[in-house]
């Protein structure tokens, strides 16, 4: 795995969360993108190396939302970036972690991502993600 590509955080509302990470972190969102298959709208800051994702529930039922209702808004997961997202999740799968799918699927920010189920990972919802060039 190479660097941390960025921190998801789970928010109740993006009209709300924006503009106040705009605030916190002095800087302004660079990209909102809906990805309709994980039923989310995301919003997106660079701070450094790092990229920091907001995360808003399209959907009462999605995800996000049943994470909000459960532990209420915060951070949801780290994304860490890799140079392989097949070879890495048979490296992790083989050292016994749970992948959450079989196969990357299509993230925001152009990326293929595929999510560690938090049991085999301390409770840390890990993501990996890896650029889509074309
Ligand atoms: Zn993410």
């Known amino acids: 795995m190479q660097k941390v590509e960025h921190i998801g955080i789970a928010v109740k509302s993006l009209s709300y969360s924006v503009p106040l990470f705009e605030q916190l972190l002095n800087t302004n969102c660079y990209k909102t993108e809906s990805v309709e ?10 701070q450094g190396e790092t990229k920091i994702e907001l995360l808003e529930s399209s959907d009462p039922e999605g995800v996000i939302a049943r994470f909000i209702e459960k532990k209420g808004e915060g951070m949801h997961h780290i994304a860490f970036e890799v140079a392989d997202i ?13 992948l959450l799918s079989e196969k990357p699927k299509r993230g925001a920010d152009n990326k293929m991502i595929c999510f560690l189920h938090p049991k085999t990972t301390n409770g840390i919802l890990i993501e990996l ?3 889509i060039t074309t």
Do not use: H, I
Request: with cysteine.
């Open 37 to 46: 298959s994980e039923k989310v709208n995301t919003a997106f800051f660079r």
């Open 86 to 98: 097949e070879a890495e999740m048979d490296r992790l799968k083989n050292e016994g972690f749970t």
């Open 129 to 131: 993600c890896q650029e």
